[in-house]
Nanobody, 112 residues
């Protein structure tokens, strides 16, 4: 069974950068459409960014121009580079594939 494991969260100051990773088990990572979601305290989970198997990307308006989603199929790993972080980016960040598998999340806290 496929597993997704996020890492890279932590405490960062506003204006700073952080890179999240999502490591996938299994050998068919390259065919997945991969997505990052986030859930802020007391709020619903929201979509952040998606990357297709062909490398096409889409972003939520709230992160466009600041976040970059990418993938390394040779390493079975998805990334989210987050720049110019804001306190409102504080959330648990999750990765998900198009077969409905979710990771357990990694917490990013942005201090003002």
């Amino acid at each position: 069974q496929v597993q997704l494991v996020e890492s890279g969260g932590g405490l960062v100051q506003a204006g700073g950068s952080q890179r999240l990773s999502c490591a996938a088990s299994g050998s068919i990572f390259s065919i997945y459409i991969m997505t990052w979601y986030r859930q802020a305290p007391g709020k619903q989970r929201e979509w952040v960014a998606t990357i297709t198997s062909g490398g096409s990307v889409n972003y939520a308006d709230s992160v466009k121009g600041r976040f970059t989603i990418s993938r390394d199929d040779a390493k079975n790993t998805l990334y989210l580079q987050m720049n110019s972080l804001k306190p409102e980016d504080t959330a648990v960040y999750y990765c998900k594939n198009n077969f409905g598998t979710w990771g357990k999340g990694t917490l990013v806290t942005v201090s003002s």
